[in-house]
């Protein structure tokens, strides 16, 4: 067997994994995240698609995106993620024969997103973690022919709630958001 059929087993066998681990060890625990922030780096970075005319420009302005995550803990001070992240680049236009600005929407970004946290401090109802991460999008970045990954950091997030309900919030920069995520989570 291939080493590459190897890894993607492995890779469509990892819920399993977490469900018999969660099963058995009742203090890892899941949790399903819904986030909203601005925009990401790869947005922010997206081209207007459509050729100006002479003397036409264009600026990149700040959107929202929302994310929706799976948490899984994996001890009392790790925790690892992966999600998916919908955004859509917002573009300024200004034309040489218009008397102002016009708003141009770019197409839909979907960006897979994989990473780790730390828990620095961790109490009943808060938590307190730094992170790392990487996503991947449809959209070519740096490279030619295959995607490049966006690193995502999070210097400091937090979660106040209950077991079960909590709100979440991060200041982060990468692939998720650049500058800030908060919302809500259902641990179970």
């Keep these: 067997m291939s080493r590459k059929v190897l890894i993607f087993a492995l ?7 977490t469900a018999r681990a969660q099963l058995f060890d009742p203090e ?14 790869q947005t922010l970075l997206e081209k207007l698609p459509d050729e100006l005319p002479d003397g036409g420009s264009y600026k990149n302005r700040l959107g929202f995106a929302g994310t929706v995550q799976y948490v899984f803990d994996l001890n009392d001070k790790w925790t690892v993620l992966g999600g998916v992240n ?4 917002i573009h300024e236009v200004t034309l040489p024969d218009t008397p102002g600005p016009t708003t141009e929407y770019g197409t839909p970004t ?6 780790t946290h730390y828990h620095w401090m961790r109490r009943d109802h808060l938590r307190l973690y730094s992170g790392v ?16 990954p966006i690193p995502t950091i999070t210097p400091i997030g937090g979660a106040f709630g209950t077991d079960h309900f909590y709100v979440t919030a991060e200041f982060t920069a990468g692939a ?13």
């Excluded at 890892?28 to 780096?41: D, N, Q, T, Y």
């Excluded at 919908?86 to 680049?89: D, H, P, V």
């Excluded at 979907?110 to 990473?115: E, V």
Aim: a positive charge; aromatic letters at 10%.
């Design 110 to 115: 979907l960006t897979f997103l994989f990473g």
């Design 28 to 41: 890892h625990r899941s949790a399903i995240e819904v986030l909203a922030g601005i925009s990401p780096i």
């Design 86 to 89: 919908l955004s859509r680049s």
């Design 133 to 148: 991460g990487v996503g991947m999008t449809n959209k070519v970045m740096l490279a030619v022919f295959f995607p490049s």
């Design 176 to 188: 998720n958001s650049l500058g800030g995520l908060a919302g809500l989570g259902l641990r179970f």
């Design 11 to 17: 890779l469509l066998a990892m819920p399993m994994f």
